[in-house]
C-alpha cells in the first residue's frame, strides 16, 4: 500500500510564500510522475504542476513563472514551491503520485490527504 503524506501550507498575504512538500512511503516499485493539484471551493480539481519522471515539469498557465515543483527522487518526495501568492491561489492542495503498480500491471494514481492555502489580507 502506498500512502503520500503532506506538509506545508497555511495563509499568507497576497505576494508572499509558501512551501508545500509530499512524501510517498509503502511498496513502490516505479514512480512514473508526481505533481500538485487543486480545487478551490465550487471548482473542478486542476492540475498546477506536474513532474515526469526523468522529463521536465510542466505547469498550469496561471502558475507560470510563479511556482516551481521539484523532486527528491532518492527520498519519493515532490516539492512545490508557491511565490508571489493571489488570492486566486486560495485552495486545497493535493499531492498526486502515478506509480506503476507490479501486481495489476498498470500504472495507479494515488493522492495526498489535502492541505489547505489561503491567501488573503
Known amino acids: 500500500q502506498v500512502q503520500l503524506v503532506e506538509s506545508g501550507g497555511g495563509r499568507v498575504q497576497p505576494g508572499g510564500s509558501l512551501g508545500l512538500s509530499c512524501a510517498a512511503s509503502g511498496v513502490i516499485f516505479s514512480i512514473k510522475a508526481m505533481g500538485w493539484y487543486r480545487q478551490a471551493p465550487g471548482k473542478q480539481r486542476e492540475l498546477v504542476a506536474a513532474?515526469?519522471?526523468?522529463?521536465?515539469?510542466t505547469y498550469a498557465d496561471s502558475v507560470k513563472g510563479r511556482f516551481a515543483v521539484s523532486r527528491d527522487n532518492a527520498e519519493n518526495t515532490v516539492y512545490l514551491q508557491m511565490n508571489s501568492l493571489r488570492p486566486a491561489d486560495t485552495a486545497v492542495y493535493y499531492c498526486?503520485?502515478?506509480?506503476?503498480?507490479?501486481?495489476?500491471?498498470?500504472?495507479?494514481?494515488?493522492w495526498g490527504q489535502g492541505t489547505q492555502v489561503t491567501v488573503s489580507l
Open positions: 513532474f515526469p519522471t526523468g522529463g521536465s515539469p
Open positions: 498526486n503520485a502515478n506509480i506503476f503498480d507490479t501486481l495489476l500491471q498498470r500504472p495507479i494514481n494515488y
